[in-house]
């Protein structure tokens, strides 16, 4: 998988204002072509039939959660796509190098590894897309386990689903923090209703009547 951070969501994740200076700039480019060398981008995704057996409770699967936002989120759709992406070890080992010498190059390591993940996760949802298009299914925004009150608790049972500490070498701790740390695990539910969803999610979507809105 070819990824690229973009430049710009490289300096929004470090808080940078407006215009770039272009000796900054030209770091910023240089430190994101590391991480990006550094990474090894890899997911993981399975589908499961998706049941509302009442209240704010979900069956994804084997997999029972218990979330008001959710459901809503995921309100209408028949199945639902467990996913885990990671950018793999050797983006920590990067920012842990750094973090022991030039710790302002480890901040520009950690927005172009936050940047990066978000374009694989993009690029995932884009590819997931299109594979249920062909037979009829519409693509909802990935949902993560942490947003609103859907339990970061699900992690370590989505990623056994996922089989991912096997397939991509993705595991989560004893306090759900995911190793390596550059990784992402989400929920994305699949329905027969058609709905102009943005792949970054609602937040980046226009439709703001959306009865489906997060
Ligand atoms: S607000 Fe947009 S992205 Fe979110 S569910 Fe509705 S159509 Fe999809």
Redesign the pocket.
């Known amino acids: 998988m070819t990824v690229r951070a973009p430049f710009d969501q490289v300096c929004r994740y470090l808080g940078c204002r407006g215009e770039v200076e272009p000796a900054l700039a030209g770091r910023i480019r240089a430190l994101t072509h590391q991480v990006e060398e550094a990474a090894q981008p890899r997911t993981a995704s399975r589908i499961f039939p998706l049941s509302f057996p009442g209240g704010d409770r979900l069956a994804l699967g084997p997999l029972a959660v218990e979330s008001a936002a959710l459901r809503k989120?995921l309100a209408g759709c028949e199945e639902v796509i467990l996913f885990a992406a990671t950018l793999g070890v050797g983006v920590d080992r990067l920012i842990a190098r750094a973090n022991a010498g030039r710790v302002s190059d480890a901040a520009v390591y950690q927005a172009a590894g936050a940047a990066l993940i978000e374009e694989v996760c993009d690029q995932a949802w884009e590819d997931l897309r299109r594979a249920g298009e062909a037979e009829g299914w519409h693509l909802?925004?990935r949902f993560s386990p942490g947003y609103g009150d859907f339990p970061l608790s699900c992690q370590r049972e989505l990623l056994t689903l996922l089989r991912a500490p096997e397939t991509i070498g993705l595991t989560a701790g004893e306090s759900m923090l995911l190793l390596p740390t550059k990784s992402v695990t989400a929920v994305m539910g699949r329905s027969r209703l058609a709905?102009?969803?943005?792949r970054t999610?609602?937040e980046?979507?226009?439709?703001?009547d959306?009865?489906?809105?997060?």
């Open positions: 989120n909802r925004p709905l102009p969803c943005h999610g609602c980046a979507c226009g439709k703001t959306c009865a489906f809105r997060r």
